[in-house]
């Protein structure tokens, strides 16, 4: 399992003075991270996500009531939504003020939903005992020098038998070079389950050039996890 690092965290650059936000491809704090949520509104779930959720079916009812998934970096909600129709209680976390009223005013939403929002950057968040720690493309944007200390809660959290469900970014990705992102080879990828006690029930990693969901093009690296935490 890996240890909170001793390194000071590097600090993101403040905002420009004439407040422009930009796309994925600068650092996140000036990304447009309300055109994000416009452009991938009404996306289906993440794979990962529904992998996840299959193998917790596999498993059978559990014996300690509702299953509880910490929906880490939620945004505009598609994955809190599925799991809350799915009868989990969830905890969705994101930094990003709109999150919180996007996740809410969503049409899906069940009307007896189990669900708590924390405004929250994820390198600060407190992330609370769960069954599943869902993080659809989340992690990359974790400032590198807090990374091993998030990776340290992250494991943690997870109960025996639960599950981690999300992705990395690989070291070939076009914004590996971004200072404010965390990238690793598929060897420190890995190992950083291993650490955790994580098995892999799926560890794909794909490598393609396609656009963002905002239309811009990029080089992706990304690794496709779902592990069981033994």
Same mark, same amino acid.
């Given at each position: 399992?890996? &240890?909170?690092?001793?390194?000071?965290?590097?600090?993101?650059?403040?905002?420009?003075?004439?407040?422009?936000?930009?796309?994925?491809?600068?650092?996140?704090?000036?990304?447009?991270?309300?055109?994000?949520?416009?452009?991938?509104?009404?996306?289906?779930?993440?794979?990962?996500?529904?992998? @996840?959720?299959?193998?917790?079916?596999?498993?059978?009812?559990?014996?300690?009531?509702?299953? *509880?998934?910490?929906?880490?970096?939620?945004?505009?909600?598609?994955?809190? @939504?599925?799991?809350?129709?799915?009868?989990?209680?969830? &905890?969705?976390?994101?930094?990003?003020?709109?999150?919180?009223? =996007?996740?809410? &005013?969503?049409?899906?939403?069940?009307?007896?939903?189990?669900?708590?929002?924390?405004?929250?950057?994820?390198?600060?968040?407190?992330?609370?005992? /769960?069954?599943? =720690?869902? /993080?659809?493309?989340?992690?990359?944007?974790?400032?590198?020098?807090?990374?091993?200390?998030?990776? *340290? +809660?992250?494991?943690?959290?997870?109960?025996?038998?639960?599950?981690?469900?999300?992705?990395?970014?690989?070291? +070939?990705?076009?914004?590996?070079?971004?200072?404010?992102? &965390?990238? *690793?080879?598929?060897?420190? @990828?890995?190992? =950083?389950?291993?650490?955790?006690?994580?098995?892999?029930? =799926?560890?794909?990693?794909?490598?393609?050039?396609?656009?963002?969901?905002?239309?811009?093009?990029?080089?992706?690296?990304?690794?496709?996890?779902? @592990?069981?935490?033994?």
């Amino acid at each position: 399992m890996s &240890t909170p690092s001793d390194q000071s965290p590097p600090q993101r650059p403040d905002r420009e003075a004439d407040d422009t936000l930009h796309p994925a491809h600068v650092y996140a704090n000036q990304r447009d991270w309300e055109n994000y949520f416009r452009a991938v509104d009404r996306s289906k779930p993440r794979d990962t996500l529904l992998l @996840a959720l299959s193998k917790f079916d596999e498993d059978g009812t559990p014996r300690h009531g509702a299953r *509880h998934a910490v929906d880490l970096g939620a945004g505009e909600g598609r994955d809190t @939504a599925e799991l809350l129709r799915r009868s989990w209680r969830v &905890t969705a976390i994101d930094a990003h003020p709109k999150s919180a009223d =996007l996740i809410r &005013t969503r049409a899906d939403l069940p009307p007896d939903a189990a669900l708590t929002i924390v405004q929250a950057a994820m390198e600060d968040a407190e992330i609370p005992e /769960c069954d599943l =720690l869902n /993080c659809s493309f989340t992690l990359p944007f974790c400032l590198p020098g807090r990374f091993e200390s998030l990776w *340290h +809660r992250i494991a943690l959290a997870i109960r025996p038998g639960g599950r981690f469900a999300g992705q990395l970014f690989g070291d +070939r990705d076009t914004w590996a070079p971004i200072p404010d992102r &965390t990238h *690793h080879t598929v060897q420190q @990828a890995r190992a =950083l389950l291993g650490r955790a006690g994580l098995v892999p029930e =799926l560890f794909r990693e794909d490598e393609s050039d396609a656009a963002d969901a905002e239309g811009h093009a990029k080089h992706w690296h990304v690794f496709h996890i779902v @592990a069981r935490k033994v």
